[in-house]
């Protein structure tokens, strides 16, 4: 879906759950409540693959504004520190120093924990928080446009592809300060996460264009009259958005996947020890021996299951040369899934 800016990312699942009729819902990676674009979201037993897609790597579009630096790195804070603009060589220059692999800084006011706390808490407490470095890969950057004041760099928009784990807004702060300036992201739009992209979300056609302009008139807006109510346009949008979990699909998210044969049905729901016997791989994996049901995991991976007839069933994890369960899903869930079928298939052949 496409989250609205204004909005936290949890009360923007509301509508997801009242179109689905569902309480179970789970986003896969926070967007502040000042940005906008995508989140994927995982519904029902899907709730537990949220942890496996934050992983991906993700691509934003961010308008950052030069000069100024506040509290949050945002619009939401307050402006603790100014400086000069920088010039348009300046900015370019910079841009190029931060691409690859990076040492970053996350913001004070963030979700890290640092012993035992959110830093954010500690932080709105008064206390200051000392968080350390963390390692960032920004494949690509790209300076998309630029607003002038005086021939100097009052605001940028700026693309970016980067790994997981990389905060935008610390980005902002570090290329304003490499320009001798100081800098905070006015907006910022997630276009992308692992092969997901924001065009194919429900409620894409609900933002407005992202460009410098538009962030200044969207940010003035909010000040004033806060965030529109749109729940309504989105949910009707959902159903038609939502895909199920397939072999297909898990290979598109990037995941392994298995089937779980037919006669080991009942040792797999009821948690007994896993044998490899109990699968089909599909394909032929390195290090996996057919006849004798062996397999030498090569890499820490982990695995969507499925059952003979397609239905997803699970995770399983490959590590240290053995396989241990992710999660099961209910197989009451799974014998519901089986009957919707079967009614399906008889309703087609009336």
């Given at each position: 879906m496409a989250k609205l800016p204004g909005r936290t990312s949890f009360s923007s699942l509301s509508a997801v759950?009242?179109?689905?009729?569902?309480?179970?819902v789970g986003h896969t990676g926070t967007l502040d409540s000042f940005a906008q674009g995508l989140l994927?979201?995982?519904?029902?037993?899907?709730?537990?693959?949220?942890?496996?897609?934050?992983?991906?790597?993700?691509?934003?579009?961010?308008?950052i504004e030069f000069g100024k630096e506040t509290s949050t790195l945002d619009p939401e804070g307050e402006v603790v520190a100014t400086a000069r603009l920088p010039s348009l060589e300046e900015l370019k220059s910079s841009l190029e120093k931060f691409t690859g692999k990076l040492k970053q800084?996350?913001?004070?006011?963030?979700?890290?924990?640092?012993?035992?706390?959110?830093?954010?808490?500690?932080?709105?407490?008064?206390?200051t928080v000392e968080i350390p470095?963390?390692?960032?890969?920004?494949?690509?950057?790209?300076?998309?446009?630029?607003?002038?004041?005086?021939?100097?760099v009052k605001y940028a928009r700026v693309s970016f592809d980067v790994s997981k784990g990389t905060y935008?807004?610390?980005?902002?702060?570090?290329?304003?300060?490499?320009?001798?300036?100081?800098?905070?992201?006015?907006?910022?739009?997630?276009?992308?996460?692992?092969?997901?992209?924001?065009?194919?979300?429900?409620?894409?056609?609900?933002?407005r264009k992202f460009t410098i302009a538009d962030v200044l008139e969207e940010?003035?807006?909010?000040?004033q009259n806060g965030p529109g109510e749109t729940r309504e346009l989105l949910m009707a949008e959902i159903p038609s958005h939502v895909v199920q979990m397939t072999p297909d699909f898990a290979g598109y998210c990037g995941l392994?996947?298995?089937?779980?044969?037919?006669?080991?049905?009942?040792?797999?729901?009821?948690?007994?020890?896993?044998?490899?016997?109990?699968?089909?791989?599909?394909?032929?994996?390195?290090?996996?021996?057919?006849?004798?049901?062996?397999?030498i995991l090569i890499k820490q991976a982990s695995y969507c299951v499925f059952t003979y007839d397609n239905i997803f069933c699970g995770m399983l994890d490959g590590k240290e040369n053995r396989f241990s369960y992710g999660f099961v899903v209910p197989f009451n869930l799974i014998e519901e899934k089986r009957k919707n079928s079967l009614c399906l298939e008889k309703e087609a052949l009336k």
């Open positions: 759950k009242k179109s689905l009729e569902t309480t179970k994927v979201v995982c519904a029902g037993s899907l709730t537990r693959l949220a942890d496996h897609i934050t992983g991906f790597n993700k691509s934003y579009e961010a308008v800084v996350p913001p004070a006011f963030s979700a890290i924990h640092v012993d035992g706390k959110r830093a954010s808490d500690a932080t709105r407490k008064g206390h470095p963390r390692d960032i890969t920004v494949y690509k950057n790209e300076l998309l446009e630029v607003l002038l004041e005086n021939d100097r935008i807004r610390a980005l902002a702060r570090d290329i304003g300060l490499d320009c001798s300036s100081r800098a905070y992201l006015a907006g910022l739009l997630r276009t992308k996460v692992g092969t997901f992209e924001l065009k194919d979300a429900a409620g894409y056609n609900l933002l940010n003035a807006l909010l000040a392994e996947t298995i089937h779980l044969k037919e006669d080991f049905e009942k040792d797999y729901f009821n948690g007994r020890p896993l044998r490899y016997k109990m699968f089909d791989f599909g394909r032929d994996i390195e290090g996996f021996d057919k006849e004798n049901h062996n397999q």
